[in-house]
């Protein structure tokens, strides 16, 4: 423990047979302990995590991320990947997520309703996206965005379609607004996510009537959650809270909570 913590600090060179121990139990070339590459710290990196997520388990995700941005920055080397840029828009306000989901809208020449290829449309401005297996479910997506090299969403393969969309949009929320973390950024990248997947002046009338079957069809529509669409119903205030606990308790007694 203390030889592999003085290594790591820079205190002691390491043998060739420290090397050989680091290369056999890491399962990396021996060539990666030697690169001149640097780390992305937490502090730049984007999560859509629940509450319950262990820190630990958190900042081991994010060295494995690193590992695999730095694979991947190999690999791609200074090629551009996007045939457009992604662009940088700071929200302002409140409601400033939402203005810029519709403004990121209009700017991309987006028709109105659903989005149906939002994989092709975040490929296309650069990023890249990787299906990656997270020690839990409870881990829904991280973004890494190193100066100079293209943005990567790495998302939970774990997870359905459907929630794995709005986690890519909810990713796609960070990198166009944040630069560095602060306390709202959750929040904005949940605002943002729904208001560009779900364009409140678009899904309005699709809650009319809302009841499990209708919110069957309208996962089928919009490529969705069940629980998703439900959630966004409350936010827009179109079903009051009891409404909404008794579509939950529903969702529940299905068993759709974990498998829609």
């Known amino acids: 423990q203390s030889r592999i913590s003085k290594i790591g600090s820079g205190e002691l060179v390491p043998q060739e047979s420290d090397v050989q121990k680091f290369v056999k139990i890491l399962e990396q070339e021996r060539e990666f ?19 319950t997520f262990p820190l630990k388990l958190l900042r081991q995700c994010n060295a494995q991320m690193n590992i695999r ?37 209009k700017k991309w020449g987006l028709r109105s309703g659903p989005i149906l290829y939002l994989t092709a449309l975040v490929e296309d401005v650069g990023c890249i996206i990787v299906d990656y297996t997270f020690p839990s479910l409870k ?30 949009a909810h990713e796609l929320g960070h990198l166009i607004m944040h630069v560095n973390p602060h306390e709202r950024v959750e929040d904005e990248a949940w605002d943002f996510a729904s208001e560009f997947m779900m364009p409140s002046a678009e899904i309005e009338k699709d809650l009319d ?38 579509l939950w308790m529903q969702i529940g007694k299905c ?5 829609e």
């Not at 710290?41 to 629940?50: G, I």
């Not at 068993?255 to 498998?259: F, K, M, P, T, V």
């Open 33 to 51: 302990f030697f690169q001149q590459a640097t780390a992305m710290p937490a502090s730049v990196s984007f999560y859509r995590k629940t509450q």
């Open 209 to 246: 009537g809302l009841n499990l079957d209708r919110l069957g069809e309208l996962k089928k529509k919009w490529g969705l959650s069940m629980q998703a669409i439900l959630y966004r119903a409350r936010k827009l205030d179109i079903i009051s809270e009891s409404q909404s606990r008794f």
């Open 69 to 105: 941005r730095l694979q991947i920055e190999k690999r791609v080397g200074e090629a551009r990947l996007g045939a457009r840029q992604l662009p940088h828009m700071p929200p302002d306000g409140k409601d400033g997520a939402r203005v810029v989901a519709r403004e990121l809208r």
């Open 139 to 168: 881990l829904d997506g991280l973004c890494l965005r190193a100066p100079g090299k293209p943005p990567i969403i790495f998302l939970n393969k774990g997870l359905p379609k459907s929630r794995r969309r709005l986690s890519l």
């Open 255 to 259: 068993g759709y909570r974990l498998d």
